[in-house]
């Protein structure tokens, strides 16, 4: 599984235009990975990042 933000971009590499790095993920457990397009969010990995947690950023960033 891809554990750090590195290993994120070369997993996806040119297909990621943002990955967001806050340290390696805990517990062994691959990152969330989400796809963000004109048509909303998706959630295409869960991870430890919960999608509640998920979907709060997006609200924040949002406005909403």
Known sequence: PTLTAAEA???VGVHAEVIVDDGPSPGGVASTVVRAGPDGI???RAGPLAP???WQVVRECDGS
């Open 9 to 11: 971009r070369a997993s």
């Open 42 to 44: 998706e959630i295409l």
């Open 52 to 54: 509640d947690d998920v």
